[in-house]
C-alpha cells in the first residue's frame, strides 16, 4: 500500500471545545480543539466506512489484521510486528503524532451493521509537509489495509473521503502521495480517486522489506483547483468530539 511515516512538529494548546459544519456541501472545520493550528476531524463516516482516531484498545485488531503481515508491509518502512505490543507502541505514537499535530492517522473501521464493524483493518493519515502545521499548504497522504479487505474498493472510499476532509481546510492547496514504482495496486489507487501522476523521485523511499537501497517512487498530486472542479455532489459526513475516548 501506500507509503505512512511520521515527523514531530510544534505542540498546540487544547480549548474544551470541538465544532464542524458544511460550507459550499464540503467539510468545514469551525473550531476543534487546537488554537492557532490546523486541524482535521477525529470520525469521517462514508457508505461503508467509519474512519476514526487510533485508540490503545485497537492493537490486537491491528495486530491480527496487517501488523505482522509482510504482504501488506512490504512497500512500507514497517517491519512486521512480532506481537501486538509492536502493535500497542505504533498506536501509541500515532496517538502521540495527532496530539502533536505533526500527522492526523485515521483507523479504517466498518460502518454498522457489519459483522466487523468497530474493529479497525487498515490506516490512512495525512502528513503536513511544511511546519509549523498551522502554516502547511501541503499535505502528504499514507494508507495501508488487511489483505482480507482488498479488492473491495474500501481504500478508494476512504481515500476520497480523506481528500475532501483535507480540502475543507480552506489553506489546504496541494495533497499529494509517493508510492513505490513497482507497486502497480496503489498506483492504480490513486489514479482512481483523481490524483494525477506527476513524475518520478528518484531513489525517494526507503523500503527495507524489498531491499536495502533506496527505491524509486511515483509522485501522485491534486491540487484545491482540481478538486474544487468535481467537487462531490455527497460528500463524506464528519463528527468530532471534545475529549475522544481513546482507551477503548
Not at 48 to 73: I, K, N, T
Not at 143 to 148: E, F, I, K, R
Request: hydrophobic fraction near 45%; charge should be positive; include cysteine.
Amino acid at each position: 500500500m501506500g507509503a505512512l511515516w511520521g515527523l514531530l512538529g510544534n505542540q498546540g494548546v487544547i480549548v474544551p471545545f470541538c465544532r464542524w459544519g458544511l460550507r459550499q456541501g464540503v467539510t468545514r472545520a469551525l473550531g476543534c480543539g487546537i488554537v492557532g493550528a490546523m486541524d482535521l476531524p477525529r470520525l469521517i463516516d462514508t457508505p461503508r466506512l467509519h474512519l476514526r482516531d487510533m485508540r490503545p484498545g485497537d492493537a490486537e485488531d491491528v495486530f491480527a489484521s496487517y501488523g505482522r503481515d509482510p504482504a501488506v508491509l512490504r512497500y512500507l518502512q514497517w517491519a512486521p510486528h512480532e506481537s501486538a505490543d509492536d502493535s500497542r507502541r505504533q498506536i501509541a505514537y500515532d496517538i502521540h503524532r495527532r496530539l502533536k499535530r505533526s500527522a492526523w492517522v485515521w483507523g479504517l473501521t466498518r460502518q454498522a451493521p457489519h459483522a466487523q464493524a468497530g474493529r479497525v483493518f487498515g490506516q490512512i493519515e495525512l502528513l503536513p509537509m511544511s511546519f509549523p502545521s498551522e502554516q502547511a499548504h501541503h499535505l502528504r497522504l499514507g494508507y495501508l489495509m488487511a489483505a482480507s479487505h482488498w479488492g473491495q474498493g474500501l481504500m478508494a472510499e476512504a481515500g476520497r473521503a480523506v481528500l475532501d476532509a483535507a480540502f475543507g481546510v480552506d489553506q489546504v492547496w496541494r495533497v499529494d502521495a509517493l508510492c513505490d514504482v513497482a507497486n502497480g495496486a496503489s498506483a492504480a489507487m490513486l489514479a482512481r480517486i483523481g490524483m494525477q501522476r506527476e513524475g518520478c523521485m528518484r531513489r525517494a523511499l526507503s523500503h527495507p522489506n524489498v531491499s536495502d537501497q533506496p527505491r524509486d517512487a511515483w509522485v501522485y498530486a491534486l491540487s484545491r483547483d482540481e478538486w474544487l472542479k468535481r467537487m462531490p455532489a455527497n460528500p463524506a459526513t464528519t463528527a468530532a468530539r471534545a475529549c475522544a475516548d481513546q482507551s477503548r
